[in-house]
Structure formats: C-alpha cells, structure tokens
C-alpha cells in the first residue's frame, strides 16, 4: 500500500511538474500605430517561465527623442500642474507596476499610475496585445490603434 501511494504521489508531482508554459520565453514588443499629441507608445517585455523579467515602456516623437527623457517636454508639458504628470516620474513607477502584474492565469490590469491615466491605460492596451503574441513565440512587433475616443 505504501509503495502504491509513493508510486501515485511521484506520478502527480512529474505531471505536476512538467505543467506547459502558457507564454513562449522571448522578448516581445507592441506599439501604437500612429503619434497621439505627438507621441507613439511603445511596449517591450522580456517573459521568461511565465513570468515578466524586463519591461521597456516610453513613448517616441518623430526625431526619435523619448518622453521620459525629453528635458523641454518634462519642463514644459505639465509646467502648471502636479510633477507626478512628468514621463520622467510616472514611466518608471509605469514599468515597475508591469514588472509586477499577475500574467498567470490571465493578465490583471495594472492600476493607474497617478498623474499618468492615459499612459497607464496605453500600457495595460500594450500588454495584452504582447501578451495574445506571447502564447505563440511571434516576437515580430504587433501594432495596435489607439481607442476611438
């Protein structure tokens, strides 16, 4: 009896243990297909055994600058309103929110990041669309049409 229940319970480990991934290992990236008040958002995630291991979220004008880290656009864009607004505060706390977001068994929306709403909810439109690639190993960049406003 007992060889019977230690022969049952290594079956029902290595079935346990041998459990099929539901993302293909890879680095995935997904982007708008057009500018939005000048500006593309873009998303790139590294998915290792399920789970997210490296996240590169920002967004990028035509000369090819990046918000977090346009200066004048950090200085001007939010001049008169709270600092937590700047690209250069909201996109860190942005990845940061994506690195630590349940994928398994379904993706779990991030909160909104605060003074970062539109961004937060680009980056939740971003993740899904890698994540629906993600299943099958497609690591060719996907584009995606902002919402109808």
Do not use: R
């Not at 004008?61 to 977090?68: E, I, M, Q, T, V």
């Amino acid at each position: 009896m007992k060889k019977t229940l230690l022969i049952l319970a290594a079956i029902v480990f290595a079935v346990t243990a041998c459990e099929k991934q539901t993302y293909v290992d890879g680095t995935y990236t997904a982007t708008f297909d057009e500018p939005h008040y000048g500006w593309t958002d873009f998303l790139t995630v590294t998915l290792e055994n399920d789970a997210v291991t490296e996240v590169d979220f920002d967004g990028v004008n035509d000369a090819g600058d990046l918000k977090s880290t346009d200066s004048a656009y950090n200085a001007n864009m939010w001049a008169n309103s709270d600092p937590q607004n700047k690209p250069e505060l909201f996109t860190p706390a942005i990845e940061a929110a994506l690195s630590n977001a349940t994928i398994i068994p379904e993706y779990e929306e991030i909160d909104a990041v605060t003074g970062a709403t539109g961004a937060s909810e680009n980056a939740n439109l971003l993740m899904e669309a890698i994540l629906d690639i993600a299943t099958e190993g497609d690591v060719s960049e996907v584009v995606i049409s902002y919402p109808a406003e």
